[in-house]
């Protein structure tokens, strides 16, 4: 079945340490998106792409670094510059966005949850 | 960047009971998205609204965009305990997507 599968689910960070967050899509989708939800608030925008190499900052892309090497596949790393990680991350993938009209939703991974140790 | 404000940010209702929630725009919609979200997991696109007076309904869930196309609401009849989570709104924004707070249902048995 077609879908966007984040791994690992649960994933723990020590001081100073970087992780990366994997997050791949078998839609065939163009633009991939990176949110960041904490509790009791909405998501919040770090970064999405709308073709391979190519990617554009979000509201909050402070502390976080992407790649798009491939149209399947968005990482995101999460650097030690970042100093609150602790949140719940969700990668979302969409077709041909270039449309401001488009009516093609995003679709959404199930998330990972990030800990400070 | 389009702002989007949701209301009420959390409702109880008894089962069995109506509700609305509602998704108010900034700027004009070109594109309104409903989602619900289960604690701990990822998005589930329910609707999609485009035109103004539009009106899309599933199952016991009707999502309604006004005629200027900056207010949404998500009106759920006779709520049972499986719609319970949260309700986001989206919008496109350019070519990204933002949300709004949610609005977290309760629905007690």
């Known amino acids: 079945d077609g879908g966007i599968t984040q791994s690992p689910k649960y994933l723990f960070r020590k001081e100073g340490q970087n992780v990366t967050l994997s997050c791949e899509q078998n839609?065939?989708?163009?633009?991939m998106y990176w949110y960041r939800q904490d509790p009791g608030q909405g998501l919040r925008l770090i970064y999405y792409?709308?073709?391979?190499?190519?990617?554009q900052k979000g509201d909050i892309a402070e502390g976080y670094s992407v790649s798009r090497e491939k149209k399947e596949s968005f990482p995101l790393t999460v650097t030690s510059a970042q100093k609150n990680p602790t949140a719940f991350y969700l990668c979302?993938?969409?077709?041909?966005?270039?449309?401001?009209?488009?009516?093609?939703?995003?679709?959404f991974g199930d998330g990972t949850r990030l800990s400070i140790l | 960047s389009q702002e989007l404000e949701q209301s009420p940010q959390s409702l109880i209702v008894q089962e069995g009971k109506n509700l609305t929630i509602n998704c108010t725009s900034s700027?004009?919609?070109?594109?309104l998205y409903w989602y619900k979200q289960k604690y701990g997991e990822g998005l589930i696109f329910l609707m999609m609204?485009?035109?103004?007076?539009e009106e899309k309904s599933h199952e016991k869930i009707t999502a309604k965009l006004d005629e200027k196309k900056q207010q949404s609401s998500l009106h759920i009849t006779a709520s049972q305990p499986s719609h319970a989570g949260i309700y986001l709104c989206?919008?496109?924004?350019?070519?990204?997507?933002?949300f709004g707070a949610g609005t977290r249902l309760t629905v007690k048995p």
């Open positions: 979302a993938s969409r077709m041909n966005p270039t449309n401001l009209y488009s009516n093609q939703p995003q679709h």
């Open positions: 839609l065939n989708h163009d633009a």
């Open positions: 792409s709308q073709i391979v190499n190519d990617f």
């Open positions: 700027k004009t919609l070109y594109g």
């Open positions: 609204l485009q035109k103004g007076g």
């Open positions: 989206g919008a496109l924004n350019n070519n990204d997507m933002r």
